[in-house]
């Protein structure tokens, strides 16, 4: 789909209530695919690759920030003619459903946000932020996605998908690898926890209703989680056994569970 001039790749399934996808760093529209073939029966799945990942290309470095994406994402509901949606977003994906959601409230149903933030508080925080992450940008660009991958796939954060399978691992493996040195490194640059804007002033103004996921062993997230939901005025936190930070993958049972249960409850049809 073009959307302001750029080339944005989405994938639709089913029909009813629509449920806007936005994956995390490194993944893509596939990183959803399983909850997409479970639900799509009952909602309009709708995932979308984020600025510099899978399919979704754009041409400058302005387009990847998170002001930039988040038009970009109402563009593409105006022209599926849908005025209102529920969004399911995951860590970079739940930030930037969080962004959008404060930006164009009106067309948000409710939001489940799974390990997810709203940014960091301090601009000295998004300084030291925005240094690590452009670091991490050069590194792709000189060593190559593969070498990345390796040093991801190390981060303490995914420290729990080592109990997953050895298929399951490489199929996450396959979807980072899929992506492009530069996709990942605008994106560090660009929609990076240190460049997007904080919005933990703005939790107290957002009504919606808003399911928060975390993992029992995702101690920082669970942290955050719990700090939004006493500002945040219509939220509920749910903390999953025996997961960490990407609790889809790690408890896809509990995970649907859930999530089926908040958006039967509060998503709409438009």
Not at 18 to 46: A, C, D, Y
């Amino acid at each position: 789909m073009i959307v302001n001039g750029e080339e944005y790749h989405i994938e639709i399934e089913g029909s009813s209530k629509p449920v806007v996808l936005l994956h995390g760093f490194t993944g893509s529209t596939k990183s959803w695919s399983r909850l997409i073939q479970t639900f799509k029966n009952e909602f309009q799945m709708i995932a979308i690759d984020l600025p510099g990942h899978g399919h979704t290309k754009v041409t400058s470095s302005e387009k990847y920030r998170m002001e930039q994406a988040c038009e970009s994402i109402k563009t593409i509901l105006d022209q599926l003619a849908i005025k209102k949606a529920a969004f399911i977003g995951y860590s970079m994906g739940g930030r930037t459903a969080l962004a959008f959601a404060n930006m164009y409230p009106e067309r948000v149903s409710c939001l489940v946000l799974e390990s997810a933030s709203p940014g960091l508080k301090t601009p000295d925080e998004r300084l030291a932020r925005q240094k690590s992450d452009a670091e991490l940008a050069a590194f792709i660009e000189n060593e190559g996605i593969e070498r990345f991958t390796d040093r991801w796939e190390q981060v303490p954060l995914f420290e729990s998908q080592k109990h997953l399978s050895a298929e399951k691992r490489e199929e996450i493996r396959a979807g980072r690898l899929k992506n492009t040195e530069e996709g990942l490194a605008e994106s560090l640059r660009y929609m990076g926890t240190g460049s997007q804007k904080s919005y933990w002033e703005h939790l107290n103004t957002l009504h919606i209703p808003v399911l928060l996921l975390t993992g029992e062993w995702d101690r920082k997230f669970i942290n955050i989680a719990n700090e939004m939901e006493k500002l945040l005025p219509n939220a509920m936190h749910q903390n999953i056994l025996h997961a960490g930070h990407a609790i889809q993958v790690e408890q896809p049972e509990k995970f649907d569970t859930m999530v089926r249960e908040f958006l039967n409850k509060n998503s709409t049809t438009y």
